[in-house]
């Protein structure tokens, strides 16, 4: 199978089955996201204890791109401490952005489906707009994150 099958195949499965789609009943930070171009709004929650993420969700509206990376994102954060959020979520953006030789794609794993986006660069603020609301939740950024 090559990326094109496995992004679509990963974008179609986390699209229709999103993970972690949900209002947590405790977390200690939250921002929200908004995509003007696409329509996308997402709201990221995360509970951190002890510097390490132990919990994390989103609830929103957006298109499949948008919904399928932020479900990949809060499965692949989930334990993670926050500086290591923080570098998967500059990995994750230079996949997107084209700058792919910097990045380990195989150490990303489901995560470099959505490196395929780049194909489609009207679709990268699409598939980035959760990461950059999920460093605006560990900032404790009160303004909501836009990708224009």
């Known amino acids: 199978m090559d990326l094109r099958e496995l992004y679509q195949d990963i974008i179609v499965d986390h699209n229709r089955s999103p993970r972690n789609f949900r209002v947590p009943e405790h977390y200690d930070r939250m921002a929200d996201g908004f995509n003007p171009l696409?329509?996308?709004?997402?709201h990221v929650y995360l509970s951190v204890d002890d510097?390490?993420?132990t919990d994390v969700s989103f609830q929103g509206s957006g298109c499949a791109i948008s919904?399928?990376?932020a479900s990949l994102m809060t499965e692949a954060v989930k334990g993670l401490t926050?500086?290591?959020?923080?570098?998967l979520f500059e990995d994750v953006h230079k996949a997107l952005t084209g700058d792919e030789d910097a990045v380990d794609l195989e150490r990303l794993?489901?995560?470099a489906a959505i490196s395929g986006v780049r194909a489609f660069p009207s679709r990268v603020k699409?598939?980035?707009l959760c990461w950059h609301t999920l460093t605006a939740?560990?900032?404790q950024q009160d303004t909501a994150v836009s990708t224009e």
């Open 38 to 42: 696409c329509g996308d709004k997402l």
């Open 51 to 53: 510097n390490r993420v």
């Open 67 to 69: 919904v399928a990376s």
């Open 82 to 87: 926050e500086q290591e959020a923080r570098a």
């Open 109 to 111: 794993g489901k995560l």
């Open 126 to 128: 699409c598939a980035s």
């Open 137 to 139: 939740a560990l900032d």
